[in-house]
């Protein structure tokens, strides 16, 4: 299930990649209005080098200094061409990580529907897996030399029956196109390379079923114990997941919470992504859109606290986990501002620095009492917990 944490570390991960497009972004201006000013040898005179490498060096001064105006305001006694190039440079950059905050945040909330897709598709794996075995006993049965029969023990099985006989799981299985129809090929070679000769479900294949193993049914075994850990079929899984890392335990949970409450006899019925619903994912997106509406607040306040430090030099991952602390204690009245600063602290021992939680410590302490004094942060409800 989507907890608070693993959406700040959702949003965390398409601001990262939002922030790294936009450096990208400037650095390709940058070369354009230096090619844009550079002298042409076949068009202009040699002598005339050191003032093409003055416009040049001008152009990108502008960018540079105008890059949160968005337009070069005052030219003073600037070329006037430099001055309609390096607008036009701002315009278009302007333009662009519009459009890029806009990819990562549909990227970021869609990934929610491919986790829950994921969820789906796997649920119908078992059922794969029995027609695989009907296949090869009707080969078996074909064979003209009499083999000892080989036990196929998902076939006929109950809670494969179930989740065939399941119209929401059809239904739902339709709505998202998840189906296994384009890997008909893994599923073979998983089926007689990874599942028949996996350890834990040889007592299920005719082998002695080791005493510590409780009573569950292949099916539970197979995703508890098979299907996420074993490498052939994680590597599948991992290739069409970006952060499958992250994602793995949450889809694992929700197979296997499925497959125990029906073999528990509580029947079929879909585990939920988030707990709260539309709430937390409200709670993602405003995440996301408010560090990048309030992003050279944050950058400004956040250099005033780092002494001597650019911003710049700050690991980009520790600026990404501030910010987002930022606007979660000003912009998320219910929410304490220790549980905020606790959520970034573990977030950064995650994914950054060994020295990041210090630090992303200090900073939030120092700002969060800043900005409780100044009015900015304001705690309503269960927000005034352990807030003192």
Do not use: C
């Amino acid at each position: 299930m989507l907890n608070r944490r693993i959406l700040r570390v959702k949003a965390m991960q398409a601001l990262y990649g939002y922030f790294t497009a936009v450096e990208s972004m400037k650095e390709v201006k940058r070369n354009e209005l230096e090619e844009m000013h550079a002298l042409d040898p076949a068009k202009h005179d040699f002598a005339d080098k050191a003032l093409f490498e003055a416009r040049k060096k001008h152009a990108v001064k502008l960018f540079n200094k105008n890059l949160l105006a968005g337009k070069v305001e005052k030219t003073g006694d600037a070329d006037e061409e430099v001055v309609e190039n390096v607008n036009a440079a701002l315009s278009e950059f302007e333009s662009q990580i519009h459009k890029e905050a806009r990819a990562r945040k549909n990227d970021m909330m869609k990934e929610a529907e491919r986790l829950q897709d994921t969820y789906l598709k796997l649920l119908l794996l078992p059922i794969e897996i029995e027609q695989r075995e009907k296949l090869d006993s009707e080969k078996e049965d074909k064979a003209y030399i009499a083999k000892e029969k080989k036990i196929y023990p998902f076939i006929g099985n109950d809670l494969v029956r179930q989740l065939k006989e399941s119209d929401l799981l059809q239904k739902e299985a339709t709505r998202a196109s998840a189906s296994w129809d384009n890997e008909q090929d893994d599923i073979k070679s998983w089926y007689r390379e990874q599942i028949r000769t996996a350890e834990p479900l040889q007592h299920f294949f005719g082998g002695k079923k080791p005493e510590d193993l409780p009573e569950n049914d292949i099916v539970l075994e197979l995703f508890k114990r098979v299907v996420f850990k074993n490498e052939a079929i994680a590597s599948y899984l991992e290739a069409n997941h970006l952060h499958w890392v992250e994602n793995q335990p949450i889809v694992k949970s929700m197979v296997v919470k499925t497959i125990k409450a029906m073999q528990d006899g509580e029947g079929f019925e879909l585990a939920e992504l988030t707990k709260n619903g539309e709430e937390d994912f409200k709670f993602l997106e405003r995440l996301f859109n408010d560090v990048i509406n309030q992003n050279d607040f944050l950058e400004e306040i956040i250099q005033s606290k780092t002494m001597n430090w650019d911003v710049d030099r700050i690991a980009l991952t520790d600026r990404v986990i501030l910010k987002l602390a930022l606007v979660e204690m000003m912009n998320s009245p219910s929410i304490p501002v220790k549980v905020t600063i606790n959520e970034a602290i573990e977030i950064s021992k995650m994914y950054s620095t060994p020295k990041s939680k210090q630090f992303v410590n200090g900073v939030l302490d120092v700002l969060s009492n800043e900005l409780t004094s100044s009015g900015k942060i304001r705690k309503s409800g269960r927000g005034l917990i352990d807030n003192k």
